[in-house]
């Protein structure tokens, strides 16, 4: 197992006030995202534990590019993975981050 | 923590995730989830096997109202680790038995989709079920029934259909499987002569729902939908079976008879047509509506002591 | 020790316990009462059959309403793995046959069952896990699938099994995990006479369920205990805010 974790600042909060939410399944080719609203309102952390090791650019670079276009802002997500393809957990990033904003 | 509560009726029980299945059965919005992913109660033994964790350990625990009356519910998360029961995830199902105890909620709901035993915790995993038994006896017996609904892509397999077998009330859909020894366990171990596992109408006639409901191992068939189970559950709720002499004595009769009248059968069709059914080829493809007709013509799919 | 020499250490005074098929059955006096025994033999995988005749014998007992003793012995293979036993429901008959030992329990049976062989997976949870207390004899081997089994499911190679299998009593066969994980309550003396040691057991026997508290404190199952009281007090809590 691989653990990563990515710290970002983000320009503003993600809206809604939704505490807490969870998305997608931990199988493979799948992964769960569980988001808290827990950080500062400018602060995201991404912790991902994967079984499938030596992706950390690849991660850094979807977690990197949610971040920008989310702006969750106050988020702390958590990933247990699956072996899911970047598609898939950008997908999932985003459907978490809508439930957030319900 | 759920995700937003879809159409009960439109939403296929065999596809939904186990927090789908829970949010869409219970009365919208009354599902309160007990120790929820944010308290991240994960297996203390997969990382041992470099396997992910899930936040749930892939069961889904709370109470909800059905109907406006509380209910217990437990949910199984068959594509985790084909909902197999590891420590955490028993556990789970034994808290909430223990406390439907003291609570003496309406009924309790048990939402099987699993495969059996987790193989990296076995020992756990087969000391949970035979807790959970243990816990469903006295629960029945303290007059709240345990009803479950089988229709999950895992089925409801090895100690997950003796917990079956041990409750108040079972509905099941087509697409749910009942059995102790799964088709590639008794494949592995006695050969494809005996049991072709890729054989998938073989597995659907001797396990599945239409078959269970037929023999009388389940009480009702649902249609694959969030909305038909609940009908089913409500419907299970108001006649659940006491647990004393005279029910066990009443199933030991209805098993004898069973063994007695299709003990030299080889297939569940030649078991069909014993049974009455007039065209027991056409009963995989039957819809819900014919295969209820049908049912309701079979006197043994109605000896239903458990 | 046989099942033979078992019986013999059991009911001192004689018994009428007969094996047919590897079925066990029949009484013997105990504290004088006639005990119901019923049990497995000789590493025989339990089938429909065999399920429904145990079951027939625990609720002739219970209709006999004296409350005496149930004993369940078992040197028992897996359940039967068959296409037949699955087309008539085992799931069924092997949940009826532990369903029976429970009722016999809640009606004032002790139920005590003596694992003094093998046995795994259905055959095991429908028989000896399904009684009050479960004892076992040195030498005995509970498991839920052999270590070369386990290896082809997980895809791990059995020298690594094998090593995990000493630090990790939750996945490894044999009677010592089974004893960790709190499933067996105790590992009886084959030197002293067990009619003395039964007789103890059934003295001391727990009035709940204690498992995940043994195998909290041997340390075979670290958290269900834990796991299981977090999520009573949750309920009971959830309760009272209504």
Same mark, same amino acid.
């Given at each position: 197992?691989?653990?990563?974790?990515?710290?970002?600042?983000?320009?503003?909060?993600?809206?809604?006030?939704?505490?807490?939410?969870?998305?997608?399944?931990?199988?493979?080719?799948?992964?769960?995202?569980?988001?808290?609203?827990?950080?500062?309102?400018?602060?995201?952390?991404?912790?991902?534990?994967?079984?499938?090791?030596?992706?950390?650019?690849?991660?850094?670079?979807?977690?990197?590019?949610?971040?920008?276009?989310?702006?969750?802002?106050?988020?702390?997500?958590?990933?247990?993975?699956?072996?899911?393809?970047?598609?898939?957990?950008?997908?999932?990033?985003?459907?978490?981050?809508?439930?957030?904003?319900? | 923590?759920?995700?937003? *509560?879809?159409?009960? *009726?439109?939403?296929?029980?065999?596809?939904?995730?186990?927090?789908?299945?829970?949010?869409?059965?219970?009365?919208?919005?009354?599902?309160?989830?007990?120790?929820?992913?944010?308290?991240?109660?994960?297996?203390?033994?997969?990382?041992?096997?470099?396997?992910?964790?899930?936040?749930?350990?892939?069961?889904?625990?709370?109470?909800?109202?059905?109907?406006?009356?509380?209910?217990?519910?437990?949910?199984?998360?068959?594509?985790?680790?084909?909902?197999?029961?590891?420590?955490?995830?028993?556990?789970?199902?034994?808290?909430?038995?223990?406390?439907?105890?003291?609570?003496?909620?309406?009924?309790?709901?048990?939402?099987?989709?699993?495969?059996?035993?987790?193989?990296?915790?076995?020992?756990?995993?087969?000391?949970?079920?035979?807790?959970?038994?243990?816990?469903?006896?006295?629960?029945?017996?303290?007059?709240?029934?345990?009803?479950?609904?089988?229709?999950?892509?895992?089925?409801?397999?090895?100690?997950?259909?003796?917990?079956?077998?041990?409750?108040?009330?079972?509905?099941? *859909?087509?697409?749910?499987?009942?059995?102790?020894?799964?088709?590639?366990?008794?494949?592995?171990?006695?050969?494809?002569?005996?049991?072709?596992?890729?054989?998938?109408?073989?597995?659907?006639?001797?396990?599945?729902?239409?078959?269970?409901?037929?023999?009388?191992?389940?009480?009702?068939?649902?249609?694959?939908?969030?909305?038909?189970?609940?009908?089913?559950?409500?419907?299970?709720?108001?006649?659940?079976?006491?647990?004393?002499?005279?029910?066990?004595?009443?199933?030991?009769?209805?098993?004898?008879?069973?063994?007695?009248?299709?003990?030299?059968?080889?297939?569940?069709?030649?078991?069909?047509?014993?049974?009455?059914?007039?065209?027991?080829?056409?009963?995989?493809?039957?819809?819900?509506?014919?295969?209820?007709?049908?049912?309701?013509?079979?006197?043994?799919?109605?000896?239903?002591?458990? | 020790?046989?099942?033979?020499?078992?019986?013999?250490?059991?009911?001192?005074?004689?018994?009428?316990?007969?094996?047919?098929?590897?079925?066990?059955?029949?009484?013997?006096?105990?504290?004088?009462?006639? @005990?119901?025994?019923?049990?497995?033999?000789?590493?025989?995988?339990?089938?429909?059959?065999? @399920?429904?005749?145990?079951?027939?014998?625990?609720?002739?007992?219970?209709?006999?309403?004296?409350?005496?003793?149930?004993?369940?012995?078992?040197?028992?293979?897996?359940?039967?793995?068959?296409?037949?036993?699955?087309?008539?429901?085992?799931?069924?008959?092997?949940?009826?046959?532990?369903?029976?030992?429970?009722?016999?329990?809640?009606?004032?049976?002790?139920?005590?069952?003596?694992?003094?062989?093998?046995? @795994?997976?259905?055959?095991?949870?429908?028989?000896?896990?399904?009684?009050?207390?479960?004892?076992?004899?040195? &030498?005995?081997?509970?498991?839920?699938?052999?270590?070369?089994?386990?290896?082809?499911?997980?895809?791990?190679?059995?020298?690594?099994?094998?090593?995990?299998?000493?630090?990790?009593?939750?996945?490894?066969?044999?009677?010592?995990?089974?004893?960790?994980?709190?499933?067996?309550?105790?590992?009886?003396?084959?030197?002293?006479?067990?009619?003395?040691?039964?007789?103890?057991?059934?003295?001391?026997?727990?009035?709940?369920?204690?498992?995940?508290?043994? &195998?909290?404190?041997?340390?075979?199952?670290?958290?269900?205990?834990?796991?299981?009281?977090?999520?009573?007090?949750?309920?009971?809590?959830?309760?009272?805010?209504?």
């Amino acid at each position: 197992m691989e653990s990563l974790t990515f710290r970002h600042t983000t320009q503003k909060p993600l809206p809604g006030s939704v505490p807490s939410a969870i998305t997608g399944v931990v199988a493979s080719g799948n992964l769960e995202v569980l988001l808290e609203r827990v950080l500062p309102p400018d602060a995201c952390e991404v912790a991902i534990e994967t079984p499938v090791t030596g992706y950390a650019a690849v991660w850094e670079a979807v977690v990197a590019d949610f971040v920008a276009r989310a702006q969750p802002g106050g988020l702390r997500i958590s990933i247990n993975d699956g072996g899911a393809r970047p598609d898939t957990v950008s997908l999932r990033l985003r459907q978490g981050a809508r439930l957030m904003e319900a | 923590m759920s995700p937003a *509560s879809t159409d009960p *009726s439109a939403l296929s029980w065999y596809e939904a995730s186990a927090r789908q299945r829970v949010a869409a059965l219970a009365d919208p919005g009354s599902f309160r989830e007990f120790l929820p992913p944010t308290a991240r109660r994960t297996s203390p033994h997969l990382p041992l096997f470099d396997l992910p964790r899930a936040f749930d350990d892939g069961i889904v625990v709370g109470r909800a109202t059905l109907d406006g009356k509380p209910v217990l519910v437990a949910a199984q998360e068959g594509r985790f680790m084909g909902g197999a029961f590891g420590e955490v995830h028993g556990a789970k199902l034994i808290g909430l038995l223990r406390a439907a105890r003291d609570l003496k909620p309406a009924a309790v709901l048990i939402l099987f989709d699993t495969g059996g035993v987790r193989l990296q915790e076995a020992n756990a995993g087969e000391t949970a079920i035979a807790e959970a038994m243990r816990a469903i006896a006295e629960l029945r017996a303290a007059g709240v029934p345990v009803i479950g609904l089988i229709g999950g892509r895992a089925g409801a397999y090895g100690g997950g259909g003796l917990i079956a077998g041990t409750c108040s009330r079972l509905a099941v *859909s087509e697409g749910g499987r009942i059995s102790v020894s799964g088709p590639e366990v008794i494949e592995t171990n006695k050969g494809a002569e005996e049991f072709d596992s890729r054989d998938r109408a073989l597995v659907w006639r001797t396990m599945g729902g239409k078959h269970r409901r037929l023999i009388g191992g389940a009480d009702a068939f649902a249609d694959d939908t969030v909305a038909a189970f609940r009908a089913a559950a409500l419907d299970l709720i108001a006649r659940a079976p006491a647990f004393d002499l005279a029910t066990l004595e009443a199933e030991q009769a209805r098993l004898e008879a069973r063994i007695a009248r299709f003990g030299d059968c080889r297939d569940a069709t030649e078991i069909w047509a014993r049974l009455g059914v007039n065209d027991p080829e056409a009963v995989p493809a039957m819809t819900t509506a014919a295969f209820d007709e049908t049912v309701a013509r079979v006197e043994e799919a109605h000896h239903d002591a458990r | 020790m046989t099942l033979a020499e078992i019986l013999a250490s059991l009911f001192p005074q004689g018994h009428r316990v007969r094996v047919a098929d590897g079925l066990v059955g029949g009484h013997g006096p105990l504290d004088g009462v006639e @005990a119901t025994v019923i049990g497995i033999d000789g590493d025989t995988a339990l089938g429909i059959e065999g @399920a429904l005749a145990l079951s027939r014998a625990v609720l002739d007992a219970v209709r006999a309403g004296d409350r005496a003793p149930i004993l369940v012995l078992v040197d028992s293979d897996s359940q039967r793995m068959s296409r037949r036993d699955e087309l008539l429901g085992l799931n069924e008959c092997l949940a009826h046959l532990a369903k029976a030992l429970l009722l016999a329990d809640q009606a004032g049976h002790p139920t005590i069952g003596l694992i003094y062989g093998h046995s @795994a997976a259905g055959a095991f949870i429908a028989t000896a896990l399904a009684t009050r207390v479960l004892a076992a004899l040195p &030498g005995a081997n509970p498991s839920v699938m052999d270590l070369p089994s386990v290896a082809r499911v997980t895809k791990l190679p059995l020298d690594k099994l094998q090593e995990m299998a000493k630090s990790t009593p939750v996945f490894a066969p044999g009677l010592d995990n089974m004893v960790a994980t709190g499933a067996v309550h105790a590992v009886l003396d084959p030197a002293r006479p067990l009619s003395e040691q039964v007789r103890a057991l059934i003295a001391d026997a727990p009035a709940d369920d204690v498992r995940d508290r043994l &195998g909290a404190e041997r340390g075979g199952r670290p958290v269900a205990r834990a796991v299981a009281e977090a999520v009573a007090d949750e309920a009971r809590l959830e309760a009272r805010r209504g």
